[in-house]
């Protein structure tokens, strides 16, 4: 089915994109080129995965495993043809691409406006949603926002992926009664191989694989995926996982992103969900921050979360994330980082701020 685009609040016609701004411009290109190859029968596609936990690479599909992709997120979700779905997050990664792709595959009507905190203010009232995917931080502002985003997604099936959901997330969820799951998955599976749900009622814990994918760990309690959209394809991920006996899993945290402080391994997700507890608490809404590892001559790596905002309660905000946390995985240094950098796709790009900070650091002693 065909796509429609919207910005600012207005619909945008072949005429008027030309007025719209460049990036926008681009963002309205690529869904159109995905729509256009495959109505045109392109038999393959090529997707980047976001860089974020490491280097960017390229990662070539089948119209054949896309097809059958998508067919498993309408299947699950019960998404019949002549749906509205929302496409508010960039098409040239997996989570906006495939998002055209299920609207070309299973017959939906696709609504695209341009990737922002709060994608539902580029729409003016009385559109109604019945799907769409969003990052944390866009629930998040989402929610924060007006009462008429919220009720946009009242009678709405929302799935909420690439990145940790705080607590506070899904309390205020279930508290506005949203039906929403949060994903797991990555370009290499084509986005969500397991769900969880999260409103409008409960909150479960343990990730459902979606019928067909198999799971495994290896050595490192790492999870291991066996996918039927891909041929059955094993994908090995560097994510660790606590499996349980009812074949349900709970996400740790990522291999690499452990600090070893003092002799104890730190699961730095952990820490940044006792600073998001924290920051509830302290009633700071900020969504830009994230825990790292830093060298220390004493501890060999001492933990830090980076901060992108300026607070003056930075003691308050450890002790509070202290009731959370072990003595040894309490962050010793709240850093207001002064470059905060995101990937192509829109994500905290850790590397480089830690990068920036250490070098400034460095420069700062000599």
Avoid at 189 to 195: F, K, N, P, R, S
Avoid at 215 to 240: K, M
Avoid at 260 to 287: I, P, R, W, Y
Wanted: proline share 4%.
């Amino acid at each position: 089915m065909d796509e429609v685009f919207y910005f600012d609040g207005t619909l945008i016609t072949a005429d008027h994109a030309d007025a719209c701004p460049e990036k926008v411009k681009r963002h309205f290109e690529a869904v159109r080129e995905i729509t256009d190859a495959w109505q045109q029968g392109r038999q393959q596609f090529t997707l980047n995965t976001s860089g974020s936990t490491g280097p960017p690479k390229t990662i070539r599909f089948s119209r054949e495993a896309l097809t059958r992709s998508a067919e498993m997120t309408a299947e699950v979700f019960d998404l019949g043809k002549g749906i509205t779905a929302l496409l508010c997050l960039s098409a040239e990664y997996v989570a906006g691409f495939m998002m055209a792709v299920r609207a070309q595959v299973n017959g939906w009507k696709l609504i695209v406006v341009p990737p922002s905190s709060n994608p539902l203010l580029h729409l003016p009232p009385g559109i109604s949603i019945d799907f769409a995917a969003f990052i944390p931080m866009q629930m998040q502002a989402i929610l924060r926002g007006s009462g008429q985003s919220v009720r946009m997604l009242q009678n709405s099936k929302l799935i909420i992926g690439g990145g940790a959901v705080s607590a506070e997330l899904e309390d205020t969820i279930r508290k506005n009664r949203i039906t929403a799951w949060h994903t797991y998955g990555m370009t290499e599976t084509l986005t969500h191989v397991a769900i969880r749900k999260l409103g409008p009622d409960k909150t479960e814990t343990a990730f459902i694989p979606l019928p067909g994918v198999a799971i495994s760990v290896d050595e490192n309690n790492c999870l291991a995926l066996t996918v039927p959209a891909l041929n059955g394809q094993s994908v090995q991920t560097r994510d660790r996982v606590e499996l349980q006996e009812d074949g349900r899993f709970i996400w740790l945290g990522r291999l690499d992103n452990v600090a070893n402080s003092g002799g104890h391994k730190v699961q730095l997700e952990k820490v940044e969900a006792a600073v998001a507890f924290a920051l509830n608490k302290l009633k700071l809404e900020t969504d830009d921050f994230f825990a790292a590892a830093i060298p220390d001559a004493h501890l060999g790596e001492m933990v830090v979360v980076f901060l992108n905002k300026k607070i003056n309660v930075k003691n308050e905000l450890i002790k509070i994330a202290t009731e959370k946390l072990h003595r040894y995985e309490v962050p010793k240094e709240i850093i207001e980082a002064t470059k905060w950098k995101k990937t192509a796709s829109g994500k905290v790009d850790k590397q480089a701020i830690r990068l920036d900070y250490l070098n400034e650091k460095a420069i700062g002693l000599l």
